[in-house]
């Protein structure tokens, strides 16, 4: 009697530091850092899938990336990574303008234009910030001209 309760306890005890296991194997995993990059693949598959998706879910999806984006975990070493960040933002903002939530549309263009500035700060001469930041102007002002 005492060996069968001995054995459940070592059950219990051998369940309970594999539940702490794969708990703290997951916070490892959410605590990676992850390149801007990724992030700008997430964002741009999302937008191909739009117009299939619920717009609850794709609104959850459009907080969880941009969650994402502002991460302190986010590699930023090079004008690219900030670019890659900037990108999705213009992404994001090119979505939230098609679901017609314009504030927010605005906001993310206005973020993708200050990380665009970032991104020129280490490399002045980095044509796809350069070229990407003004595509994105165009963008807003056009989102301005539109709203009134």
């Known amino acids: 009697m005492e060996s069968h309760a001995l054995v459940?306890?070592?059950?219990?005890l051998a369940t309970l530091a594999l539940t702490v296991l794969v708990f703290l194997s997951l916070r490892l995993l959410a605590s990676v850092k992850r390149y801007p990059f990724y992030w700008k693949r997430r964002a741009l598959r999302l937008s191909a899938q739009a117009p299939q998706m619920e717009l609850v879910r794709l609104k959850s999806d459009i907080a969880r990336i941009l969650q994402r984006v502002c991460e302190r975990n986010l590699l930023l070493e090079s004008a690219k990574n900030y670019c890659d960040k900037a990108d999705v933002y213009w992404i994001v903002g090119e979505l939230q303008t098609n679901m017609m939530l314009f504030d927010e549309a605005e906001k993310c263009f206005r973020s993708a234009v200050d990380v665009?500035?970032?991104a020129l700060k280490l490399d002045a001469k980095y044509s796809d910030a350069i070229a990407h930041k003004f595509k994105v102007v165009e963008c807003l002002s056009e989102l301005q001209r539109s709203r009134f």
């Open 116 to 118: 665009y500035n970032e």
């Open 8 to 12: 459940n306890t070592m059950k219990l």
